[in-house]
Every structure is written in structure tokens, then in C-alpha cells.
């Protein structure tokens, strides 16, 4: 093999390397230095506790709330959805101790768990043989003589006061709270939160992953919801946000490209009456643009979508001034 080969092959291969690196990344927030504290809390806040990754499926009727058509239709899409594993890893359209109060006991106990050991000796000091008999007669009097409904049903509920944590605000849990956030004020709006099926898809993959869940919210209720049910639904949060800028912007990127491609075309034909020099201009273009991209895959590994979108727009400069 000659030496030019050799030169070529090795010039070939990193190249090579870093288109098999490249990455596209759609994280808005993979946009701002990453070596800023603030930036490194949001990015790490958006990844593990807020609900960037959770589809909000609206639910909004314009019947009065009394019918409980916006609580039917949120229940019958929650309950279609845990039922498919394959669309859906949880759905929460209430608060979870209202759907599973099981796992009310378990969160009660682990927060008793996290209390200091003298509040807990005080808890087991007083559920012992000697003073658990006063505990409940104490209860007894109390759903006797209250006046309060909510003391009452709490009593019922937990006559040994185990929601009652030390430093709980007024000194009780409040299992009512956290409703807010899946319905309105006037009953007639509900959110179903839908976590996809697995972690890490990207925007092409959330794209198809909406159209699943849409076809499945159709299934369900057909055009009979807002017929019959004068309910509609609706979709947003994080992954339609992101599928939905990503293949706007693929979508705009690709007709802009073409259009211009077929007028430029048209116009250098019209000029020149030949094709060859426009098919070397654009074969140089496409090898820079190939170029570019693997340099940045071999350098960085991940480019995000909107720095290519602007270096989309410097290219299609080049590509002007270059025909």
C-alpha cells in the first residue's frame, strides 16, 4: 500500500472514531457551564427530583363537577395505563395513600425511622403494657366528645396516634394535603403523571412513545369523549416538550435544506446549463459538514441540538456565499 493510502487511512480513522462518539443531546440545561454550582443544582434537581420525566395527561370537562366526569375519565386512562408495562413504568392520577394506603404505613414508618432515638424511646414508652389501656381509653374519649370531623376520622383510623410525629407542624401528618396538585378548584380539570417505560430516550423515541400513548387514550374512549363526555385531554410536560421541539426543529432544518437545495439548484442550472459544477460545490459541502461533526463527536462526544441549530444557520451562510 502506498503512502498516500497510509495518510489517508490515518487521517480516515478519528474521523471515523468521532461520528461513532457523536451524541445529540436536547437537555436545555446541558446548554449553560456546567462548572457553575447553580447550574450543576438545576441540572441535578431536573434529573432526579423534579418531574421533568413524567407525561401530564390533562383531563378538562365543561360539565359541573358534580357529574365526576373529569375523576371518571382520569381513573379510566390511569387504570389503561398501569395495565400496559410497556407504555407506562407508573401512573398517578390521586395521591398515592388515597389509591394504596399500605404504603402509608410504610412512609409513616420510615419518617418514625428518621426521628431521634429519644422520641422513639418516648413512642415505645408509650405503647408499652403499662400505658397503651390509657392511649386507647384516651381515643375512646375523644371520638366520644369531639367535635371535629377530621379528629374523629383520624381517631378511627389511628387510635395509637402513630401520625402524630414530633415536629409534624402542628404535630400531625396530614394525609388530605397533595390534591392540589392533580385536580382544579372546581373539580372539573384533572392531571394523570405518566413516567415512561424506561430511562435515557431520546427525542425520536419520546416522539413514538407519545403517539403510543395518545393511540391508547383513543382506544380507551374513541371520539365518544367529547361527544357524549364533553371532555377533552390533553398532553404536555417535559417529554412533549422535548419531542416536540426537537422534531419541530429537525422538521424546519430539513424542509429549509431541501427547498433551498431544489431552488438553488434550479437557479444554477438556469445559469450555468450544467450539473457538475453544483454537485462538486455541494459533495465539498457535505464532506465539511461531514468533517464538522466528526471533529465535534471526537473533541466533545455530545452535541447538544441547539448549538447545531445554530451552527446550522452559519452553515447555510457558507452554503450561500459558497454557490
Same mark, same amino acid.
Given at each position: 500500500?502506498?503512502?498516500?493510502? #497510509?495518510?489517508?487511512?490515518?487521517?480516515?480513522?478519528? %474521523?471515523?472514531? $468521532?461520528?461513532?462518539?457523536?451524541?445529540?443531546?436536547?437537555?436545555?440545561?446541558?446548554?449553560?457551564?456546567?462548572?457553575?454550582?447553580?447550574?450543576?443544582?438545576?441540572? %441535578?434537581?431536573?434529573?432526579?427530583?423534579?418531574?421533568?420525566?413524567?407525561?401530564?395527561?390533562?383531563?378538562? +370537562?365543561?360539565?359541573?363537577?358534580?357529574?365526576?366526569?373529569?375523576?371518571?375519565?382520569?381513573?379510566?386512562?390511569?387504570?389503561?395505563?398501569?395495565?400496559?408495562?410497556?407504555?407506562?413504568?407508573?401512573?398517578?392520577?390521586?395521591?398515592?395513600?388515597?389509591?394504596?394506603?399500605?404504603?402509608?404505613?410504610?412512609?409513616?414508618?420510615?419518617?418514625?425511622?428518621?426521628?431521634?432515638?429519644?422520641?422513639?424511646? +418516648?413512642? /415505645?414508652?408509650?405503647?408499652?403494657? &403499662?400505658?397503651?389501656?390509657?392511649?386507647?381509653?384516651?381515643?375512646?374519649?375523644?371520638?366520644?366528645?369531639?367535635?371535629?370531623?377530621?379528629?374523629?376520622?383520624? &381517631?378511627?383510623?389511628?387510635?395509637?396516634?402513630? &401520625?402524630?410525629?414530633?415536629?409534624? $407542624?402542628?404535630?400531625?401528618?396530614?394525609?388530605?394535603?397533595?390534591?392540589?396538585?392533580? =385536580?382544579?378548584?372546581? $373539580?372539573?380539570?384533572?392531571?394523570?403523571?405518566?413516567?415512561?417505560?424506561?430511562?435515557?430516550?431520546?427525542?425520536?423515541?419520546?416522539?413514538?412513545?407519545?403517539?403510543?400513548?395518545?393511540?391508547?387514550?383513543?382506544?380507551?374512549?374513541?371520539?365518544?369523549?367529547?361527544?357524549?363526555?364533553? &371532555?377533552?385531554?390533553?398532553?404536555?410536560? $417535559?417529554?412533549?416538550?422535548?419531542?416536540?421541539?426537537?422534531?419541530?426543529?429537525?422538521?424546519?432544518?430539513?424542509?429549509?435544506?431541501?427547498?433551498? %437545495?431544489?431552488?438553488?439548484? /434550479?437557479?444554477?442550472?438556469?445559469?450555468?446549463?450544467? #450539473?457538475?459544477?453544483?454537485?462538486? %460545490?455541494?459533495?465539498?459541502?457535505?464532506? =465539511?459538514?461531514?468533517?464538522?461533526?466528526?471533529?465535534?463527536?471526537?473533541?466533545?462526544? =455530545?452535541?447538544?441540538?441547539?448549538?447545531?441549530?445554530?451552527?446550522?444557520?452559519?452553515?447555510?451562510? +457558507?452554503?450561500?456565499?459558497?454557490?
Amino acid at each position: 500500500m502506498k503512502r498516500r493510502h #497510509w495518510l489517508i487511512l490515518l487521517c480516515a480513522l478519528p %474521523l471515523v472514531l $468521532g461520528l461513532a462518539r457523536l451524541r445529540f443531546d436536547a437537555e436545555i440545561f446541558n446548554l449553560l457551564p456546567e462548572e457553575l454550582p447553580a447550574v450543576r443544582g438545576l441540572q %441535578l434537581q431536573q434529573r432526579h427530583f423534579s418531574g421533568s420525566r413524567e407525561l401530564l395527561i390533562t383531563v378538562s +370537562t365543561e360539565m359541573p363537577s358534580e357529574f365526576g366526569f373529569a375523576n371518571s375519565v382520569a381513573s379510566g386512562i390511569a387504570k389503561h395505563l398501569a395495565a400496559r408495562p410497556d407504555l407506562a413504568r407508573s401512573v398517578r392520577w390521586q395521591p398515592p395513600w388515597q389509591e394504596n394506603p399500605a404504603a402509608a404505613a410504610e412512609n409513616v414508618a420510615w419518617l418514625w425511622r428518621q426521628q431521634p432515638p429519644e422520641a422513639l424511646a +418516648t413512642l /415505645a414508652d408509650r405503647l408499652g403494657p &403499662t400505658h397503651v389501656a390509657g392511649e386507647l381509653a384516651a381515643a375512646r374519649e375523644t371520638l366520644a366528645t369531639s367535635l371535629d370531623p377530621q379528629e374523629l376520622a383520624r &381517631t378511627g383510623y389511628d387510635p395509637l396516634g402513630l &401520625t402524630r410525629l414530633p415536629g409534624a $407542624g402542628a404535630g400531625t401528618l396530614r394525609f388530605d394535603d397533595g390534591e392540589g396538585i392533580f =385536580t382544579g378548584d372546581d $373539580g372539573r380539570f384533572r392531571v394523570v403523571f405518566v413516567e415512561p417505560p424506561r430511562d435515557g430516550m431520546n427525542y425520536q423515541e419520546l416522539a413514538k412513545w407519545l403517539e403510543q400513548i395518545r393511540g391508547a387514550v383513543d382506544e380507551l374512549y374513541g371520539e365518544n369523549l367529547y361527544r357524549f363526555l364533553l &371532555t377533552r385531554v390533553g398532553y404536555t410536560g $417535559g417529554p412533549a416538550f422535548l419531542a416536540e421541539i426537537a422534531n419541530g426543529m429537525e422538521r424546519d432544518m430539513r424542509s429549509s435544506v431541501l427547498s433551498t %437545495l431544489v431552488v438553488i439548484g /434550479a437557479l444554477f442550472w438556469f445559469a450555468h446549463r450544467s #450539473w457538475r459544477p453544483l454537485g462538486l %460545490l455541494l459533495l465539498g459541502l457535505l464532506l =465539511t459538514l461531514v468533517l464538522t461533526l466528526a471533529l465535534g463527536g471526537l473533541v466533545f462526544g =455530545t452535541l447538544n441540538v441547539v448549538s447545531v441549530g445554530f451552527a446550522a444557520v452559519l452553515l447555510g451562510l +457558507t452554503v450561500d456565499y459558497g454557490l
